[in-house]
């Protein structure tokens, strides 16, 4: 009986079909749990922010300040190389123009000598020998004169060169017109521990040593426990906080603190951590020595200084002896008294004399322009 009325139902044409809506929902149901694992999109932003880190960062920030500070002192020292060279190319110049001016005044003082000479010979007073000699006298004072000429040209282009101007530059320099070369005014006498903190030697080897402090606990923050704010926003498709749904709407945003404690570093930590403090105390030594030869530096360029001054007091006095002996000789020889020769000898002198008062006065002016730059005395 009861097959009979099944199948008369199926056979009925006004029966109700449910089996195709209750298979589409498992259908979906099953979808819905078993999402498509061929393709899985994932993405994420991750932003952490250090607040300890063992002090690195603060010291990194001094070390780059310190580095800054380090290279300016550097240039310092470089300057002072320069403008110490470029002392010397100028009083070389005013050394030679002076002595370019001082042959000028010889060939004419052995011109006029040549003319009375001449004139003596007429008299019978002098003989064809005393003009022979007094000519060669005035053929090397010519050469002389000529000499000095090429020698302060080439010196001024040395100067352009150094200054950083074209090597053709015409240039006259103020103690170049001067008739005497001027005297170097010091300033006071400094201490020592002035001159260390105004020379750039000792500031470079302080900034470095102190580099090397800062690099020490950088290496050393690397083996202290870190500790960072942390945040976090991840997606991903299939969505999982919203059914598996295929879509790039919705995500997790977290936050957090992170802590880092290293435990076991194999003592890699330490050994550099040593490694830079020996560094440090090396530049402490080197400081040290630095000290050490700059004092002895400054004590040799006072007395070499105060030996050029009296070198110069010297010269200037035989100058005085010298163009008076000049003055009696020139007198004597034009009233016949005093023969050619020695009248030459007094010109030979005179020339001497006034060379080594110029030699002098160079002297003294590289002498204090070296005492300056060891005394770290910039002007």
């Not at 099953?30 to 061929?38: G, K, Q, R």
């Not at 950088?218 to 991903?236: E, H, Q």
């Not at 007091?313 to 020139?330: C, G, K, P």
């Not at 080594?356 to 002498?367: H, R, T, V």
Request: aromatic content about 4%; charged content about 25%; hydrophobic content about 45%.
């Amino acid at each position: 009986m009861a097959i009979g009325l099944i199948s008369q139902l199926q056979a009925s044409p006004d029966r109700i079909n449910i089996a195709a809506p209750i298979n589409a929902i498992g259908a979906e149901i099953d979808a819905a749990l078993h999402p498509n694992l061929h393709n899985i999109w994932a993405g994420g932003i991750i932003v952490e922010q250090p607040v300890f880190v063992g002090g690195k960062i603060v010291y990194s920030n001094q070390m780059a300040s310190l580095a800054e500070k380090l290279a300016k002192s550097q240039y310092e020292m470089k300057e002072s190389d320069i403008l110490l060279d470029v002392d010397e190319a100028y009083w070389q110049i005013i050394s030679i123009a002076n002595k370019k001016k001082l042959a000028e005044s010889y060939v004419d003082l052995l011109h006029h000598l040549e003319n009375d000479v001449n004139q003596a010979i007429q008299t019978g007073v002098s003989t064809q020998a005393d003009a022979l000699e007094v000519k060669v006298k005035v053929n090397e004072a010519d050469m002389m004169l000529t000499k000095a000429t090429n020698g302060l040209m080439l010196s001024k282009m040395l100067l352009c060169q150094r200054v950083g101007l074209p090597l053709d530059s015409e240039i006259s320099l103020a103690d170049e017109a001067l008739e005497v070369i001027p005297t170097p005014v010091l300033a006071e006498e400094k201490s020592l521990e002035d001159i260390y903190t105004s020379r750039p030697e000792t500031r470079s080897l302080e900034l470095a040593g102190k580099i090397y402090e800062k690099k020490a606990k950088v290496v050393r923050a690397d083996i202290l426990p870190t500790v960072a704010l942390m945040g976090a926003f991840t997606l991903t498709n299939p969505n999982v906080f919203d059914g598996f749904q295929n879509s790039w709407q919705g995500g997790n945003l977290s936050a957090g603190v992170v802590v880092k404690v290293p435990i076991v570093h194999g003592g890699e930590g330490i050994f550099k951590y040593k490694k830079a403090k020996a560094e440090a105390r090396l530049y402490e030594d080197k400081l040290s020595d630095a000290k050490d030869m700059i004092c002895l530096q400054v004590t040799r360029q006072r007395k070499l200084y105060d030996e050029a001054g009296e070198k110069l007091r010297m010269a200037q006095s035989n100058l005085d002896v010298a163009e008076e002996n000049l003055r009696t000789a020139t007198i004597g020889h034009e009233a016949g008294v005093i023969p050619t020769n020695t009248a030459l000898a007094a010109h030979t002198a005179w020339l001497n004399a006034h060379s080594e008062c110029i030699d002098a006065g160079i002297e003294l002016q590289m002498s204090a322009a070296r005492l300056r730059k060891a005394e770290g005395t910039n002007e």
